[in-house]
T-cell receptor, first 113, second 116 residues
Framework: KQEVTQIPAALSVPEGENLVLNCSFT??????LQWFRQDPGKGLTSLLL?????REQTSGRLNASLDKSSGRSTLYIAASQPGDSATYLC????????????FGTGTRLTIIP | NAGVTQTPKFRVLKTGQSMTLLCAQD?????MYWYRQDPGMGLRLIHY???????AKGEVPDGYNVSRLKKQNFLLGLESAAPSQTSVYFC???????????????FGAGTRLSVL
């Protein structure tokens, strides 16, 4: 059974710093990995999706990397801003035929002005 | 463009009561999902649908039923609510299965349910 872990559960950093969020998964047989953002009281918004054949994806100040063999992904946020404060979740898509994402429990990020 | 809309946003039930959560999407998506989110456990899939008239069980289906009579709507029912069903429920939709890169899931804002 796939398990997805995100450590730490919470992280606080001063505004302007670069930071890295971690995601690890136990079964490397994945098709893709996604990073989501969740604001308090809101649903999830997809930030980046990395195919299993890719090493990284970039969108603006966000860069996500994937090392499938070691079961790890990181989300790098450059020049953090207070608006980046949210919970960040990663989710993996298993092999074809299983319409199910497995989510991590998330990292709650607070950017201190 | 409303995206994915969930109603109601909040609900308090007594043990044994029943209710239906409604999810509506206006993106012509084939796939729809119901998740529950509990502290420390991440999102867990309850039921999903791969098209109008179809439903399938997810990871935690017990105590819930679903229907997809219309493509744009996915209903989640609790026939006899239990305190263990206190949670935040999210609906999501996508064009197709999650293993295809374009098929990202779009989420509703959630329904916070408390069962006393």
């Amino acid at each position: 059974k796939q398990e997805v872990t995100q450590i730490p559960a919470a992280l606080s950093v001063p505004e302007g710093e670069n930071l890295v969020l971690n995601c690890s998964f136990t079964d490397s047989a994945i098709y893709n990995l996604q990073w989501f953002r969740q604001d308090p009281g809101k649903g999830l918004t997809s930030l980046l999706l990395i195919q299993s054949s890719q090493r990284e994806q970039t969108s603006g100040r966000l860069n996500a990397s994937l090392d499938k063999s070691s079961g790890r992904s990181t989300l790098y946020i450059a020049a953090s801003q207070p608006g980046d404060s949210a919970t960040y979740l990663c989710a993996v898509s298993p092999t074809f035929g299983n319409e199910k994402l497995t989510f991590g429990t998330g990292t709650r990020l607070t950017i201190i002005p | 463009n409303a995206g994915v809309t969930q109603t109601p946003k909040f609900r308090v039930l007594k043990t044994g009561q029943s209710m239906t959560l409604l999810c509506a999407q206006d993106m012509n998506h084939e796939y729809m999902y119901w998740y529950r989110q509990d502290p420390g456990m991440g999102l867990r899939l309850i039921h999903y649908s791969v098209g109008e008239g179809t439903t399938a069980k997810g990871e935690v289906p017990d105590g819930y039923n679903v229907s997809r009579l219309k493509k744009q709507n996915f209903l989640l029912g609790l026939e006899s609510a239990a305190p263990s069903q206190t949670s935040v429920y999210f609906c999501a939709s996508s064009y197709g299965p999650p293993e295809v890169s374009k098929n990202i899931q779009y989420f509703g804002a959630g329904t916070r349910l408390s069962v006393l």
